[in-house]
């Protein structure tokens, strides 16, 4: 099976650990992860701000990029719902590759059916399940199941998990302070369970709690859960 | 019309709107409080129906239905209602409706009028177009009862006084309800609650013209609906001789059997009860049992043109629950009153522009009003896909022209493989000065776009490792 890896514009920019991640954990469980360099945004901030003509040729380029892959894999729910999901109605012709997209999870659980990646991370972890996974491609606890199985890993539930942490993409900077309200109650749960790291599906999100649990000043981290499950125990 | 601003009509930006509420500390309190009890009780009721997905399938289908062949439907309903014995008007707009209203209360030489709760008439701003015509209009609804009291407006379109706590509702009552019994009066609810019965109980006994709206119109049989939890509407569907309903075309069900799917969905989803104690249908004229002046005002006030939309127009499926309110995590932030319209919250969003046109005031900021987080279409129980709606407007409402440019400037970037990485390179250069000032990776001040960001959070900068780099590398 040919795994084409889609790395989204946020990672390359600002996490190129979690692309990483991606291509460690698949090349341990034996599959080959191709990186097509020509890959940039799959266009969803212009899409949700409304430039859905300025999105177009980002979804035709996405289209033509990946038309040769068995299978996409995002480390991004949201960058995930928005390919499978609004790319079959943006543009037709890119059904076939929207289809084949899918966030790490799915990837792992469904395609290649395996929730113990081998992974190794002694440390106590809480989980946010961001929107787009949650209510989009309806990711359910495939997530959960793969951090479950990872060795050491204490996983804490967090406190009104569901609730959005108010990143929105734009939103976040067009409508700043409720963005900022939603944050501090999302910052706050996250505290309270003394987790050292909160994870997701998506560093977009992960970035907003992040910057709101340092301007806080409270301990926890943010941290893709691949890198989590990338993690292994060292050789003795 | 009066000089009052339109209720449908935001004066302010949302984001300047939503400012103002969030520095109301008590607001968020009596918020947060509020729509986390209604949100569990729905959730609750909800998750005890085997069917609820088919209900709301249903739901969904039967209103698109409606949609499909409204005119038909409105011909048929007017018919019904008419050999029944009520007399049907259409009104184009706010303005006609108020008009014909006035006009009905007049003719009885009533200056007095009880109203059942209604959505409609407060788009339409009735109340007020009533005081100019001499005519006081009671609200007997015990929260439009005291938002009346309190001179101000509703936030939230089930519960108007969800803004208010029990202690600021006895100081209202105490200041503003007319023979108050102080002595009796604590903030305890069943003391608030009889305070308002007394109040209402001498009104509905002495006013002889009631205004309703309905929640459902039977198009098969002429019937109107009003589904309620107080018994306060009963009270004025039943007791007074003339009986006025403003209706929205959009509330137009085909048939009898069809309210069996609404009235499974509409209780659940807005007070999270299994059933509503109180559901009221009503005829026509039945001679010597209720009201024998029956009139129904079918509104229209920019319905019409929205049907033209194969995306939009689903928002007139709405049933006016406020699931979405209660569930939204900006409404539980910020309240109705940020929304500058009778109908806040998401489905507020998506509606206020439509029916106006979002040239309409600030209508244009609403459809921004939310993170795409999904949780209003989750929790609607007629399938309103409220984001992609909101997507929708945003794309074809008015935009900043330097927000253009800037997008288009991206875009332009986006599909150039070699000026993206070019781009890539670029950002992480220019982040480099601030790698001096951060402090575990994060930096807490940057300049403008990002400000907007660092006013409220610190913000990651990019490492200086990329990707690209390391899958050369290997």
């Keep these: 099976m040919r795994i084409g890896l889609f790395l989204t514009c946020v990672n390359d920019l600002m996490f190129p650990g979690t692309g990483q991640a991606v291509v460690r954990i698949l090349e341990r469980l034996g599959h080959t992860v191709e990186f097509p360099s020509a890959q940039t945004c799959c266009g969803q901030m212009h899409a949700n701000s409304g430039y859905l003509a300025e999105a177009l040729p980002m979804v035709r380029h996405f289209a033509d990029t990946f038309a040769g892959y068995d299978a996409v894999v995002t480390p991004s729910g949201s960058c995930a719902a928005m390919v499978r999901e609004s790319y079959p109605t943006l543009l037709p012709e890119a059904a076939p590759v929207a289809t084949r997209c899918f966030e790490l999870s799915e990837l792992l659980v469904d395609v290649l059916g395996v929730t113990d990646v081998g992974a190794w991370f002694p440390h106590r972890v809480t989980y946010h399940p961001s929107c787009h996974g949650l209510r989009t491609l309806r990711l359910g606890d495939r997530p959960r199941r793969l951090l479950a199985q990872v060795r050491g890993l204490d996983l804490v539930d967090l406190p009104q998990a569901e609730q959005c942490c108010g990143f929105g993409g734009t939103f976040a900077l067009a409508n700043a302070e409720v963005s900022v309200a939603m944050l501090a109650d999302k910052t706050a749960a996250v505290a309270a369970t003394g987790a050292e790291y909160v994870a997701a599906t998506d560093n977009s999100c992960l970035m907003h709690i992040g910057g709101g649990l340092s301007r806080a000043g409270a301990a926890a981290r943010p941290l893709h859960y691949a890198e989590i499950l990338a993690h292994r125990e060292p050789a003795r | ?474």
Excluded at chain 2, 160 to 173: E, M, W
Excluded at chain 2, 208 to 237: D, H, K, Q
Excluded at chain 2, 276 to 281: E, G, L, Q
Excluded at chain 2, 461 to 471: C, H, I, K, Q, V
Aim: overall charge positive.
């Design chain 2, 1 to 474: 019309m009066s000089s009052v601003p339109s209720p449908i009509t935001a004066a302010r930006p949302f984001p300047e709107a939503a400012r103002s509420a969030l520095a109301d500390q008590q607001l968020r309190d009596n918020l947060r409080r509020a729509t986390a009890t209604i949100r569990d009780k729905r959730q609750r009721v909800v998750d005890e129906v085997p069917d609820w997905e088919d209900l709301r399938t249903a739901g969904a289908r039967i209103k698109d239905d409606v949609l499909a062949r409204l005119p038909e439907l409105l011909a048929q309903f007017e018919a019904a209602a008419t050999a029944a014995g009520a007399r049907v008007h259409r009104a184009a707009d706010a303005a006609e409706a108020c008009r014909i209203v006035t006009g009905l209360v007049r003719a009885t030489g009533s200056d007095e009028v009880v109203k059942v709760k209604s959505m409609a008439t407060q788009e339409i701003g009735l109340n007020e177009a009533l005081a100019d015509a001499g005519v006081a209009a009671v609200e007997t609804d015990l929260a439009e009862l005291i938002v009346q009291l309190a001179d101000d407006t509703p936030s939230h379109i089930l519960v108007p006084a969800i803004h208010y706590n029990r202690s600021q509702i006895r100081d209202i009552f105490a200041r503003r309800m007319p023979g108050v019994d102080l002595s009796t009066l604590t903030d305890d609810p069943p003391a608030l609650a009889e305070a308002a019965r007394r109040h209402l109980r001498a009104k509905f006994l002495s006013t002889e013209v009631a205004i309703s709206g309905a929640n459902f119109a039977v198009a098969e049989t002429g019937t109107l609906v009003v589904v309620e939890s107080e018994g306060n509407g009963r009270m004025c569907l039943t007791l007074p001789d003339t009986l006025i309903s403003v209706v929205g075309v959009e509330k137009i069900v085909p048939t009898f059997a069809d309210l069996g799917v609404f009235l499974q969905l509409l209780p659940r989803s807005s007070t999270g009860e299994r059933m509503n104690p109180y559901t009221s249908m009503w005829t026509g004229v039945t001679p010597g049992d209720g009201p024998g002046d029956v009139h129904i005002v079918l509104l229209d006030n920019g319905r019409t043109p929205m049907l033209a939309d194969p995306v939009g127009r689903q928002a007139l499926r709405c049933i006016r629950c406020s699931a979405c309110l209660n569930v939204c995590p900006v409404y539980e932030r910020v309240g109705g009153h940020a929304y500058g319209s009778v109908y806040p919250g998401p489905i507020g969003a998506i509606l206020t522009p439509q029916l106006t046109g979002q040239a309409a005031g600030a209508n244009h900021t609403l459809p921004y009003a939310s993170t795409l987080c999904g949780a209003c279409y989750d929790a609607c129980p007629v399938k309103i896909n409220i984001p992609e709606v909101l997507v929708h407007l945003r794309a074809s409402g008015p935009k900043p022209p330097a927000a253009r440019a800037g997008m288009r400037a991206v875009a332009r970037v986006m599909r150039r493989p070699r000026w993206y990485r070019a781009g890539l390179r670029l950002l992480r250069w220019a982040a480099a000065p601030w790698r001096l000032v951060a402090r575990g990776g994060q930096v807490r001040r940057l300049p403008w776009p990002m400000s907007a960001w660092t006013a409220g959070r610190d913000a990651p900068l990019p490492p200086r490792g990329s990707f690209r780099d390391w899958w050369a590398r290997r």
